[in-house]
């Protein structure tokens, strides 16, 4: 089936510092990335929408400046989030649609200190 | 704000019973469904999805959609330790990809 394939798996960093996280679609193009973050015991939340070649659409209360997301191809879309903080500690997974359903990436766990 | 209702559970059934997971959806538009499972740490993996009034089967699973009371079901027949996860409905709403529900945690006891 599908898959998209998401890196790192899991990230501890320091408060203030910068983390990348990647997804790639291994064996279809994503036109459109969702960007999910989920905490302890709680759903899944959209983020935000990345689109190949445009700029990301944001849910409510996301800051654009903090999660920065781009989307330079059809398999690859990236979330940053910067300057990060402890607050930011949750598991964060992004999505595509593959024609028969949204597959998921295996997730990133990040932990800020 | 469109809402997919969970009962959270622990829903506890022995091995070899069928487990019966519920969600209920506000969108009156919504025209598919999606359960999925997910396992502690992990990403959430696609089930089942149906899109038409009824009961639909694939293996151990059947996802049974009603529409008029915006009502999904799932059941799991012959129960197994290895289905023990939380169990998320799923429903495509507006322009949002989907809306999850907080999810079932199901205990299959061997």
């Known amino acids: 089936g599908a898959v998209v394939s998401q890196h790192p798996s899991w990230v501890i960093c320091k408060s203030g510092t910068s983390v990348k996280i990647e997804c790639r679609s291994l064996d279809f193009q994503a036109t459109t990335m969702f960007w999910y973050r989920q905490f302890p015991k709680q759903s899944l939340m959209l983020m935000a929408t990345?689109?190949?070649?445009?700029?990301?659409?944001?849910e409510q209360g996301v800051e654009k400046d903090k999660f920065l997301i781009n989307h330079a191809s059809l398999t690859l879309s990236t979330l940053t989030v910067t300057s990060a903080h402890p607050e930011d500690s949750s598991f964060y997974i992004c999505?595509?649609?593959?024609?028969?359903?949204?597959?998921f990436g295996s997730g990133t766990r990040l932990t800020v200190v | 704000q469109k809402e997919v209702e969970q009962n959270s559970g622990p829903l506890s059934v022995p091995e070899g019973a069928i487990a019966s997971l519920n969600c209920t959806y506000s969108d009156r538009g919504s025209q598919s469904f999606f359960w999925y499972r997910q396992y502690s740490g992990k990403s959430p993996e696609l089930i089942m999805f149906i899109y038409s009034n009824g009961d639909k089967e694939d293996g151990r699973f059947t996802a049974q959609l009603n529409k008029a009371s915006q009502y999904v079901s799932l059941l799991i027949r012959d129960s197994q330790p290895s289905d023990s996860a939380t169990y998320l409905c799923?429903?495509?709403?507006?322009?949002?990809?989907?809306?999850f529900g907080k999810g079932t945690r199901l205990s299959v006891i061997a």
């Open positions: 799923a429903v495509p709403s507006g322009n949002t990809p989907l809306v």
């Open positions: 999505s595509a649609w593959e024609g028969r359903g949204y597959t």
């Open positions: 990345s689109n190949e070649g445009s700029k990301a659409t944001y």
